[in-house]
């Protein structure tokens, strides 16, 4: 393999490492300007100065701030998330369960919804313009403009409620069975499918049918390939990059965006984690799940860039 | 279904197009739509092995009629009437599924441009042998293995394995010849050639033209030769159909086509080039001197320019002449400061340029104007006329209003185009008044000199000889100096009083017009000037014949 492309794959790591370490300099400032102190939270309005003074000396909250993030930034890296200051469990213990339903909702959902989201797309450029490619359109449309709680509800009322397919919450647990856990979290997957499916679908389209105008569609289309083999072998090779992009960009929706969804359906998700936390005002856990979240993020756009630079064959073949 | 028998038949009539009408609708901004006639009742009729050369300047409905022999319409255009019969049947009555059985199987087509016709995700081999495979001519194998001859009776350098590489690893000459080694691969019986090698250098043109000549000639293949250039189909066909405006013109043998031309336009396009031109003697000191420059891209990794030194003198012509990549452009960039030389110096009346743009004064932007090969891109579509050509005129001179108004007026009469054309948008010009249009801005800063960069070049070659008229009438009312970069020598001959021949970013010749042109000729000037396709038959191979040295472009 060539030079060029590794070297491009190693700065694109080597950034989103750098603009990892950036993020969680920004949380941890965030969440020093809040207002509000951690010990008074823990102990309460009643507790006396003394008890208050001890607890700071304690948790080290005494110390200089920069102190204090090379401390939780020596702990990240150990893989220590510190302890919930309300609960007093271990964040990453915790956190490990949660994270792992969460991105299994959001596999589920991406399963579904990317494979389908292309498809779309393609038919749509197939029968541009025609009735299909309008009620494609249209459908996608439609379920992204609804919020997430509306649909969530509708799916509620008529999947769980009138014909008890599935169950109205999404209840998982150890020891569970593959099908069992699929089946709980088929609603609130679909509800993050119908989400995330039009952003997808409008890009697929949109970044074919830019490519349509290429004089090599025009050569398919005098070899006498048929319009769908045109599309699906000339011009989506060379859509790749930006639909994978909003591919990339939908994915982390999925982690990181499913606060309402995974409150709906009760699913004990990150995004439960985070809002519960976060009303008791407990700092450490918002840092972590914040710094979760942010790697997600920045983990899932290196994966679209590289795969850009991979789909680009003047990349991957120098002269 | 066409008989088996008769298409392996070596003659009779292949394709037989009746009374063909072709209507496009187009949608002009802020008016209604328009339907126009593109092609007006054109028959035609080619036997088998035959090569039928299709002529015309832009709009004559050659490409049209090509892609018709397809049941193609290109952007929306509509075959409404006629019949298309081949091999013995009509195929626009055999619908969609019936035309996607003859594309790539009975006919095939090789584009303009090789380089945008190969899908650049693809290997060169998958797309050389779809069609066959597609259509089940052939197994993959044995698909693979006749490209793999197809490219070696090409010329093509390693035959066995440049079917592995990309399109961008391959040059646009070479990728024209895998282009109609696609066409070839499934074993048609018609190809439409359609202007394969104009967007060539010289130098590549003829050998790809040889190959593409020779390959038909070897296969049997019929073809629709479609071009401008008479002088290159006059190599190839065996017949010529003159087109103008969608209708016919003219139909007969080559020889006779070219020799006995019964029409006056077809006597126009043959007598096309020649303008006469006295070169002009040079001063003793000239205006513009470029000392020993050197320049490079990439911070000195990519030396383009080594070592030029040209002089330019009041009044005169310079042309530049050179194939792509020879620095031709690039000299200009560092004439104009666009692309500061690393060494060596400009001296503009006695003193010296600065080398980089943003160190020259408004004065000395003034002095050098440019004119572009592309006017559509070097216009703001946005503006009219006389916003464009008026921009200069308050940029340098502070003129406006009533002042500006009448100064945008004489500049457009000056380029033979009336005081109408002001308030129009470059949309709504032909592609010879766009050009002139760029004239008149370069000239409206009343510049020592203006560079034209391949301005004739994307011009159909009536509407190019109208340009060089115009710009040798201009130098001689105004006094202004041309820089001439082309890499068409005919143009040359017709403009230059000096010519530089570039060559891998060096001069390799410089001197009087009629110095340069004389022999003895260095190897790559006797190359350029063997290269130019003449209207004579048989040219073709006594050029090849005789020449000594291959072009870079292979």
């Not at chain 1, 004990?268 to 809002?275: D, F, H, I, K, S």
């Not at chain 2, 250039?229 to 209708?247: C, K, N, P, T």
């Not at chain 2, 530089?500 to 260095?522: H, N, Q, T």
Request: aromatic share 6%; with cysteine; proline share 5%.
């Amino acid at each position: 393999m060539s030079s060029p492309i590794l070297k491009l794959i190693v700065q694109r790591v080597a950034l989103g490492i750098v603009l990892l370490f950036a993020v969680s300099l920004l949380i941890f400032v965030g969440t020093e300007i809040l207002p509000g102190d951690v010990a008074q939270s823990i102990l309460g309005q009643t507790a006396t100065p003394q008890a208050l003074a001890a607890l700071r000396e304690e948790l080290g909250l005494n110390d200089p701030a920069y102190v204090r993030y090379l401390r939780w930034l020596g702990g990240v890296l150990s893989g220590d998330l510190g302890t919930a200051l309300t609960s007093g469990h271990d964040i990453a213990s915790s956190i490990s369960d949660r994270l792992a339903n969460t991105l299994f909702l959001a596999a589920c959902a991406a399963v579904v919804a990317v494979p389908l989201a292309i498809l779309l797309g393609l038919l749509a450029v197939r029968y541009r313009n025609g009735p299909v490619d309008k009620a494609i359109s249209a459908f996608a449309l439609a379920s992204t403009s609804f919020p997430e709680f509306f649909i969530g509800y509708l799916l509620v009322f008529f999947f769980a409620v009138k014909w008890q397919f599935f169950p109205a919450i999404s209840t998982v647990f150890d020891g569970m069975s593959f099908i069992d856990r699929l089946h709980a979290v088929a609603l609130p997957a679909t509800a993050l499918t119908l989400v995330v499916l039009a952003h997808m679908m409008r890009m697929t389209r949109a970044a074919i049918l830019n490519v349509m105008q290429s004089a090599y569609i025009e050569t398919a289309e005098l070899k006498g390939l048929r319009p769908l083999e045109v599309i699906r072998k000339h011009a989506f090779p060379n859509a790749i990059a930006p639909v994978v992009n909003v591919v990339m960009l939908n994915l982390a929706y999925l982690i990181v965006g499913v606060v309402v969804v995974e409150v709906i359906f009760v699913y004990p998700g990150m995004g439960q984690y985070l809002v519960d936390h976060v009303a008791k005002r407990d700092v450490p856990v918002v840092q972590a799940v914040g710094l979760i979240f942010a790697a997600v993020y920045i983990l899932l756009n290196i994966v679209a860039d590289i795969s850009a630079i991979l789909a680009n064959p003047r990349l991957r073949h120098p002269k | 279904m066409p008989d088996e028998q008769s298409r392996k038949a070596k003659s009779g009539r292949l394709l037989d197009i009746r009374n063909l009408r072709i209507e496009a609708t187009t949608y002009p901004p802020g008016e209604p739509p328009k339907t126009i006639t593109l092609v007006h009742d054109v028959s035609l009729t080619l036997e088998r092995g035959k090569v039928l050369g299709l002529i015309g300047e832009s709009g004559a409905g050659k490409s049209t009629i090509g892609l018709a022999s397809m049941g193609y319409g290109r952007g929306g255009c509509r075959i409404i009437g006629g019949e298309v019969v081949l091999n013995g049947r009509d195929i626009l009555k055999g619908g969609r599924s019936g035309l996607r059985k003859l594309r790539g199987r009975e006919v095939c087509y090789v584009a303009q441009s090789a380089a945008a016709a190969f899908n650049p995700a693809h290997q060169l081999m998958d797309q050389v042998v779809e069609a066959s495979l597609l259509h089940g001519t052939a197994k993959r194998a044995a698909a693979e293995k006749r490209a793999v001859e197809l490219f070696r009776k090409l010329g093509l350098p390693d035959p066995e394995n440049i079917g592995k590489r990309y399109p961008h690893q391959v040059s646009g000459g070479q990728l024209q010849r895998v282009m109609t080694a696609m066409a070839l691969c499934s074993e048609p019986d018609l190809i439409v050639f359609d202007e394969p090698t104009t967007a060539l250098d010289v130098t590549t043109q003829i050998d790809v033209l040889a190959a593409i000549r020779d390959a038909i000639r070897d296969t049997g293949v019929a073809a629709l030769y479609i071009t401008h250039d008479l002088a290159v189909v006059a190599q190839v066909a065996d017949e010529i159909m003159v087109l103008r405006h969608g209708r016919l013109v003219e139909w007969g043998d080559t020889r006779q086509i070219i020799k006995e031309p019964r029409q006056e336009y077809t006597n126009a396009l043959v007598s096309v080039h020649e303008i006469e031109h006295q070169e002009k003697k040079a001063a003793d000191t000239p205006f513009l001197s470029v000392k020993n420059v050197t320049a490079a891209y990439g911070q000195g990794t990519v030396k383009v320019l080594k070592n030029v030194s040209v002089d330019i003198h009041s009044g005169q012509t310079l042309a530049v002449v050179g194939e792509s990549g020879s620095g031709k452009s690039t000299l200009a960039r560092a004439i104009t400061g666009l692309l500061p030389p690393m060494e060596g110096s400009i001296t503009f009346g006695g003193k010296k340029l600065s080398n980089a743009l943003s160190a020259r004064s408004k004065e000395d932007l003034r002095q050098l104007q440019m004119v572009y090969q592309m006017a559509d891109v070097a216009m703001n579509p946005r503006q009219p006329i006389s916003t464009i050509i008026g921009r200069p005129l308050e940029f340098y001179f502070g003129m406006k209003g009533a002042e500006r108004d009448r100064r945008v007026a004489e500049l457009l009469d000056k380029i033979e185009m009336g005081k109408g054309f002001a308030d129009r948008y470059p949309a709504e010009l032909s592609g010879g008044q766009k050009q002139r249009v760029c004239i008149a801005r370069a000239l409206a800063a009343k510049p020592k000199l203006i560079i034209c960069d391949e301005v004739t070049s994307a011009l159909d070659p009536l509407v190019a000889n109208g340009i060089l008229k115009l710009l040798l009438e201009l130098q001689a009312e105004e006094g202004v100096a041309y820089l001439f970069i082309t890499h068409d020598l005919a143009t040359v001959r017709s403009i230059a009083d000096s010519i530089a021949v570039m060559y891998r970013g060096e001069v390799v010749r410089y001197g009087s017009k009629s110095e340069v042109l004389a022999p003895p000729f260095d190897p790559y000037t006797d190359l350029l000037l063997s290269s130019v396709p003449e209207m004579e038959i048989g040219w073709l191979d006594k050029a090849i014949a005789s020449r000594r040295m291959e072009s870079a472009g292979n």
